[in-house]
């Protein structure tokens, strides 16, 4: 692990934050760091690029090469810095708290996570939706809406991968559609 100042970890942090598409320019990331960082930007760049933390994959434009994200992602585990910028300090201060838990090592996650495959998935949905619709019947309006049903889904079953819970809910759509499609292609016309 490359151990960085705070200064060089600041940097790093800019200039994947004010990034667009992957690059960004070394005064966008001089205009948002703070007056006393600005002072010394130039050197700071320099010595990032002696260590292949940055990149400049276009004139005029840096980016942080996958080292540089490594070594930003273990310095956030690891520093004590705090930030005091009167725009959401809270919020960047809770995420580095997290991040220091989760570089522990008898740090354990509080939430049993589940690997399930498509088939317990669907099954899994079927037992919730179900229990939703019978439960606004009996309230007399029936409106079930995705979002909702599938925030109540992750909340009671947190998948491993979330992108794994997006395929298996588009995967579903996509047949639930075909079959709504069907279904209405049989039904005669109003």
């Known amino acids: 692990m490359t151990k ?5 970890m600041l940097y790093l942090l800019y200039t994947v934050a004010y990034s667009d598409e992957g690059t960004v320019t070394q005064g966008t990331v001089k205009e948002h760091l703070s007056k006393e960082l600005k002072k010394n930007t130039g050197d700071i760049c320099n010595t990032l690029y002696q260590q292949n933390l940055l990149e400049s994959p276009k ?20 520093t004590d810095y705090e930030f005091d910028s009167s725009k959401g300090q809270k919020v960047l201060n809770t995420l580095l708290h997290c991040l220091k838990l989760t570089s522990l090592k008898d ?15 669907v099954e899994k949905f079927k037992e919730l939706y ?5 439960q606004q019947e009996l309230r007399g309006v029936v409106a079930i809406y995705s979002r909702d049903i599938s925030l ?13 819970h997006h395929q298996y809910w588009k995967y579903m759509k996509d047949i639930l559609a075909k079959h709504l499609s069907k279904s209405l292609k049989g039904m005669p016309a109003s």
């Open 4 to 8: 960085l100042s705070i200064e060089q």
């Open 107 to 121: 740090y354990v996650s509080s939430v049993l996570i589940e690997d399930m495959d498509f088939d317990t998935f």
């Open 152 to 164: 109540k889904f992750r909340k009671n079953h947190p998948i491993f991968v979330r992108t794994t």
């Open 130 to 134: 179900f229990a939703e619709r019978k």
């Open 59 to 78: 004139r005029r434009r840096i980016s942080v090469t996958e080292e540089g994200r490594k070594a930003l992602v273990a310095n956030l585990q690891t």
